[in-house]
């Protein structure tokens, strides 16, 4: 069965706040996970990916935050522009630790930006 | 340079007909990976293909086939075409066959009626 999960189907945040897309797994012994962006008529877009021996990482505006205890990760996105809007999916690599690629995506969060 | 391409962008087939879809990686992405989205969901893993082997293979039944070429450009084979079949089609390429940043194409939106 799916491993990751979003808690909120959808968001909605003013432009220029701050917004935090939340993701729950189930196993934890997961230990590679990664957020893509989806614009409509588009495929994923890799934003940025985390691996269990780390709790926090960052990039361009975004900072994702890895909770091993609870198992839960965030994605925050600094001063959100009208561009960031999208479906946001976090993903765990399944196929990882065989040297694989077997991503098991959540069903995403749609990120809507209000001017 | 050119990201991933797929072929066609759109089409619509027959319950019970065969469809073959197209992907072109990245130039020196030896990683093809398959996977479909239904619409309102996230991608679901099909196939990873790494130096024209098959990596991974996820739940999908045995009317999904794939295979890669020698130039690392992949295609999916789907016979018996089925109405549950009609999907958006993703193929992502990478260098790193267990990295998970992937560069997706845009996808072949596949309608079977």
């Known amino acids: 069965g799916e491993s990751v999960g979003l808690h909120l189907p959808t968001l909605s945040v003013q432009e220029g706040d701050n917004s935090i897309i939340n993701c729950a797994y189930s196993n934890s012994a997961s230990d590679y996970f990664i957020w893509y962006k989806q614009e409509s008529g588009k495929g994923p877009q890799f934003i940025i990916d985390?691996?269990?021996?780390?709790d926090k990482r960052q990039g361009q505006r975004v900072t994702v935050l890895l909770n091993k205890t609870v198992k839960h990760l965030s994605l925050q996105i600094a001063a959100t522009q009208p561009g960031d809007s999208a479906v946001y999916f976090c993903?765990?690599?399944?196929?990882?630790?065989?040297?694989?690629?077997?991503?098991?995506f959540g069903q995403g969060t749609r990120l809507t930006i209000n001017p | 340079d050119a990201g991933v391409t797929q072929s066609p962008t759109h089409l619509i087939k027959t319950r019970g007909q065969h469809v073959t879809l197209r992907c072109s990686p990245i130039s020196g992405h030896k990683s093809v990976s398959w996977y479909q989205q239904v619409l309102g969901q996230g991608p679901q893993f099909i196939f990873q293909?790494?130096?024209?082997?098959?990596?991974g293979r996820g739940n999908f039944p045995d009317r999904f086939s794939a295979r890669q070429f020698p130039n690392y450009s992949s295609e999916l084979n789907v016979n018996a075409l089925l109405l549950g079949d009609s999907a958006l089609y993703l193929c992502?390429?990478?260098?790193?066959?267990?990295?998970?940043?992937?560069?997706f194409g845009s996808g072949t939106r596949l309608t079977v009626v």
């Open positions: 293909y790494y130096e024209k082997e098959e990596r």
């Open positions: 985390i691996r269990s021996n780390m």
């Open positions: 993903a765990e690599n399944m196929g990882y630790r065989e040297g694989a690629q077997k991503l098991v």
């Open positions: 992502a390429s990478s260098l790193d066959r267990s990295w998970g940043g992937y560069t």
